[in-house]
């Protein structure tokens, strides 16, 4: 992932977006005037990105009905985040441990490393079903969880296994015992890869949610917001949903890379 | 303080006999250069002597101790440099007296000394990936000195510099020896450099790596690096070499 720099990057950058815009929005129209026709496709029932704008501000916030309420894609945006997070955390502190051992020890690697490639293979949407039955709550911090923690584990197996052996000799004559070296010489070699899984693992975990929240039917979350919105025929809502996601991952995403780059100065 | 005996050591690598019965001893005080053709095993030498290896035979000793396990007692310096780099200057110096549980007044003491030492006052703050490739040198000498040891082992250590740096470094480095007087083994491929800086220069065979000759450098310093005297001794210590060298390029 590479971030354009300089004023002339982020001009290219818009005009993207913007010409995207555009072409959705012609070609909408166009299929709406009956212009062109592509079969089995029924692109005019898509909501312009105009449409889709004004759905995004008219059920941005939380709507009352008298006794009743809606909720705003806000409070769906925090409780979905509020997931992964939960779920990320739980990754992080069983993921960082687990690869460090496995990428450290031989003993730990041959103990765990069969059922890490097996269990790392079955896809967070295939422990939907299962954890419906077996959470009576928050079954979908479970999904995500799964789908946060192998890449935290292989990306940290990766940066435990990366160190320099230089490093860790300088380490040892300067007089480092075996946990004085993971403390001080592995952990910090491998930061960086530590911090590349978290960011891969949010994002597969981002991807996860919004599918566990469709499934599991909690009362909030985007993944419940878009399924509902086209349930009910509001497509222009469901569409501003799932844009939506798509920003709020790409956020998280950059996110992370800026706390790296101030975290990591060293490596600048 | 400081004086390494090597007596009869071996050490096979797989199928591959890298050194086999080398002896030689480093008095207290000492700067011995140990020179040879590439894959001699000079390398392999630090490493027995740093305790990072173990002799299949022989005996290394320390100050009349067996080394065994990592030797503690010694400071090693890296081609490479081997500086953790997400440490500053001041926290790679400050690495060993740390993780021996010196606290962090006593490290700061430790390390402004061996940073002015070895002439890095005002960079105290920066990351290895910042300097110059003399300066992470610098860096490389201080961290090794603040352990205290009582030998020092030295891989290429100005290997990777270009040769007015070199230079410099290896004029700097003897002006740091003078002063803190641990006992040094320094290895190298330059001739020049071994017949600048060594009390000795020992001559390793190629392939399995023995001792194949003894040097004495018995000339005052500073040297000087084209006298007549130096350049003598650099024709003996070249011949010497020159004909390893042919043996260790034969392919097979």
Redesign the interface.
Known sequence: MKIQQGKKGLVINLLSLIIFALVWQLLVILARKDSFNIPFIRLGDIPTPIETWFALVGSMFIQLHGPGFTYGIINHVYASLQRVIEGGIIAFIIGVPLGIGVGYSKLIGNLFNPLIEIIRNMPPMAWIPLSIFIFISGGSIFIVFIGVVFPIILNTVQGVKST?P??I?????????ES?IVK??II??A?PSIMTGLRIGLGVGWMAIVAAEMVIRSPVGLGYFIWNMGDLGRYSEMVAGMIVIGVIGYIMNISILLLQRRF????? | MGRLVINSVSKRFNDFLALEDVNFEVAEGEFVCLLGPSGCGKTTVLRLAAGLEKPDSGLLCLDGKKISGVNKECGFVFQEYALFPWRTVKENIEFGPEVKGKTSLECEKISKHYIDLVGLSGFENHYPDELSGGMKQRVGIARAYANNPKLLLMDEPFGALDAQTRNLMQSELLRIWEKEHVSVLFVTHSVDEAVYLGDKVLIMSARPGKIKEIFDVKLTRPRIRTGPEANIIRDRVLKSLVSEIKIASKPG
């Open positions: 320099d230089r490093l000799d300088a380490a040892r004559t300067l007089g480092a015992s004085m001080k010489v910090p070699s930061f990591i100065k060293w490596a600048d």
